[in-house]
């Protein structure tokens, strides 16, 4: 996610690490460039005068609003359109917890701007556009009571009450998520004993991230995450094998021509983690592994078969 600028979904019961994981995610980006810095300025200065915004930025943002926040809170606007939290994480991490709690219609109006990058609002007296290119991650629980699929079976949502829980967030809306991932909770006895292998210090991390993304840079200007289907195609070559495999993820997860490229420009993002010029049959199943069925359930590529 942090590499290429994907847009990620966790899904998994309180207490696994989904808000965690998404705080680390600023740490492990590259530093703000000087124009970063400033178009961070100039969009924190509509909203608030700079000083009371926090002075010139350093840091890329994390904005993580509430989910009762407004759309206009969320999108921007009001009678003298002002940039909303999308906007003022531009840059940076955008975090939407409890996914299926926020209002429909605020989540709906994410699309738009996901797609172009740009926060379009119209006004009777005037027009107002506002960058917005943060890297979303959104996390939720995967049913009402948030233990479906726990080990400890103190789940006891109908099968029907869970498909409507998940449904509350939208086909088109995840289709725009890069990466899906479930989590599971770590057992307090392990927690306690210590039993949990060190993990990688996000210092290492970020020295991988930092040099994937210049790849990127020099490759084509932008991350992987915000290229157009016609950079893809230029710079992702695929093997003919790793086509058949594409090939089948898109018929066995119904992928829509959106999911195909998203998962492609996950693949280029892999390859440039592994230091590799193309992408490889490895790179593009571990990328249909991150698409969620056509469902919108919790269950990754490979569950269904596209190995």
Sequence with gaps: AAAGAHGLRFIGPPGCGKTLLARCLPGLMPALTENEAQELAV???????????????RTRPFRAPVHGASAVALIGGGGIPRPGELSLAHHGVLFLDELPEWDRRSLEALRGPLESGVVQIARAAMQASFPARPLLVTAMNPCPCGWAGDPSGRCDCPAD????????VSGPLLDRIDLHLSLTRVPAVELLRG?????????????????????????????NGQLTAGELEAVASITPGARQLLERAADRLALSARGVHR????????????????????????????????????STGLTHGVA
């Design 263 to 298: 998962v492609l420009r996950v693949a280029r993002t892999i390859a440039d983690l592994a230091g590799a010029e193309g992408v490889g049959t490895e790179h593009l199943e571990e990328a249909a592994r991150y698409r969620p069925p056509a469902d919108g359930g919790t």
């Design 195 to 223: 039993g949990i292998p060190a993990g990688e210090d996000s210092t290492v991390v970020r020295v991988r991230v930092i040099a994937a993304r210049e790849l990127q840079q020099k490759r084509q200007g932008k991350p």
């Design 43 to 57: 969009i924190r200065s509509l909203a608030a005068p700079l000083r009371e915004a926090g002075g010139w930025p």
């Design 161 to 168: 009450s869970i498909a409507r829980y998940q449904a509350r």
